[in-house]
């Protein structure tokens, strides 16, 4: 079009300049207009042409079309070497200005460190992909967490890790089928755009990408293996854009982390709970503010004598309804947030409370989350409650959940340490669920184990559970610890717990974590039980 634009205008410029008398008068400077165009639209080569053919019409033309006067030769081609004069220096500061663009864009696209496209490069690729689909193919995204690039960059520097990035992203480009670009999506994280895939297509492309990632790679002269985490999302019939896709993408792949699974496609219930469970963390500063948590007590029976030994102090959430809001669905998202200082603070505090008004409480347990080890605020609060302990008749435990200690063991034996040293005991909470073995626990200064409800439901039944249970509470005696089954439910379970030497019980066959109010009436009843020679709960 542009092309029929110019000859258009080269013919309208050499009719106005025979119309109004010839070359004497200024008109042939119109050609101008075509010649600027013909540089702006095709560059060098576009000016010097339009101006050649612009000089050529120009040179037929007559000096005054009355007189019948042609032009001199030195006329014309003085006239022609001004237009392609022109038509170049136009044309080459066209081409050097869109040279320069195009320079920027490509810098724009490209990550400086990996040489790999940006996520400018993604998004706009991902959008020409979304708009080129077609039939009842789709677009898929898939993006990839590097998990210990981390591991990488500590030990061998950023150079090393950039390597790493941009070689898992050609072993990656590698595996899809006819070959795909790859994209540094962050320090960590690559994306990967499959064309014409079905959604069944997703879990066999992940699994070929998990291979490939897992095979060893020369990372500057030293073997590396690396773990893949992915997320995976699918373009709904040209009906997303690509900021939904990517959002999908990554929602899916914090997902597959939070499940310890490779690979996870997208659901829309995975961003239901992200939403609600945003709504949930945004109304808990809101929640302490206004007194709506509460801690609830759950008795220690010591299963010796079936005594209350203490107890453990629970968080409950009470919304503005009335109804309780399961830990479950706040706890988890709390403790990867700053909030969970402030709801430790509060849990130690509360805690504290309550045990100076009930001295006879025996032990008074508490929870708190592995970032609470590491966070002075809340361990000054800690200390305080252990020092006003030491002069009243009951004593302050901590409890740590096992998995929340494998990360770190060095660091996690130091925070250790420093609660033992203000007096508090320190109880491993839901063992047998993380991921070491007995090894470890010879290297923390910890002073008792709860045993997960899960090695406890199949006692009655499961004779190779009643052997585990008995190593584990073996092994916890062999290193001077206090042991503790939680999730104790039936007779049948307390009585196999007393004929394996288990220390101490609690759970629903004893109670369920009550208010503070309701525990105390609790534990007067149970004694007056206990007194009249009723030892069933």
Request: hydrophobic share 45%; proline share 4%.
């Amino acid at each position: 079009m542009n092309v029929g634009v110019l000859g258009l205008l080269l013919m309208l410029g050499s009719l106005v300049v025979y119309v109004t008398g010839g070359t004497t008068y200024a008109y042939p400077y119109l050609m101008l207009i075509p010649v600027l165009l013909g540089a702006a639209w095709y560059l060098l080569p576009g000016g010097l042409i339009v101006a050649l053919v612009a000089g050529v019409l120009m040179a037929f033309m007559p000096l005054s079309v009355e007189a019948g006067i042609s032009q001199v030769p030195s006329n014309w081609l003085m006239r022609a070497a001004m237009y392609l004069l022109l038509g170049g220096v136009a044309g080459w500061l066209f081409q050097s200005r869109r040279r320069s663009a195009e320079e920027r864009v490509a810098i724009a696209r490209i990550d400086p460190r990996s040489g790999l496209p940006n996520t400018v490069a993604l998004e706009e690729d991902l959008l020409k992909s979304l708009l080129q689909q077609k039939g009842g193919k789709s677009v898929g995204l898939m993006l990839v967490r590097i998990t210990d690039i981390t591991d990488i960059m500590e030990a061998m520097g950023m150079d090393a890790s950039d390597e790493l990035v941009l070689a898992i992203g050609e072993r990656l480009r590698q595996a899809i089928r006819g070959g795909a670009t790859a994209y540094r999506f962050s320090n960590a994280e690559l994306a990967l755009i499959v064309h014409d895939i079905e959604p069944a297509d997703l879990n066999r492309i992940a699994n070929r990408l998990v291979e490939m990632g897992e095979e060893s790679l020369q990372i500057q002269r030293v073997p590396v293996r690396v773990q893949l985490v992915m997320g995976s999302s699918i373009s709904n019939r040209g009906e997303d854009s690509p900021e939904t896709l990517i959002r999908e993408a990554r929602t899916a792949m914090f997902a597959a982390i939070e499940r310890r699974l490779s690979h996870s496609s997208y659901s829309p219930a995975f961003s239901r709970r992200t939403v609600q469970a945003i709504r949930l963390i945004a109304r808990v500063r809101k929640g302490l503010a206004e007194g709506e948590f509460e801690l609830h007590y759950q008795p220690k029976i010591r299963l010796a004598d079936g005594r209350v030994c203490g107890c453990e102090g629970l968080i409950r959430w009470r919304g503005s309804d009335g109804r309780l809001i399961p830990p479950g669905m706040f706890m988890p998202k709390v403790e990867n947030t700053t909030l969970i200082t402030p709801v430790s603070r509060f849990v130690v505090e509360e805690a504290s409370r309550f045990a100076e008004k009930h001295m006879d409480l025996g032990e008074l347990s508490i929870n708190l989350s592995v970032h609470n080890l590491y966070d002075e605020e809340v361990l000054d609060v800690v200390k305080e409650l252990a020092e006003r302990s030491r002069s009243q008749p009951y004593t302050l435990e901590v409890e740590i959940t096992e998995s929340a200690l494998i990360g770190d063991l060095g660091a996690a034996s130091e925070a250790i340490q420093r609660l033992r040293d203000f007096g508090v005991g320190v109880s491993i909470d839901d063992f047998g669920t993380g991921f070491a073995s007995f090894e470890y626990l010879r290297h923390l200064p910890i002073t008792g184990l709860k045993i997960d409800r899960a090695f406890v439901v199949d006692l009655e039944e499961d004779k190779r559970a009643r052997d585990l249970m008995a190593c584990m509470i073996d092994v916890g005696h062999a290193l001077g610890l206090v042991v503790t089954a939680e999730g104790v439910e039936t007779s049948g379970q307390h009585e196999c717990l007393c004929e394996l030497g288990c220390d101490q019980a609690q759970g629903f066959y004893f109670a369920p974590a009550l208010p503070a109010a309701e525990y105390l009436e609790w534990c007067h009843d149970y004694a007056a039980r206990q007194a009249g020679g009723d030892g069933h709960p």
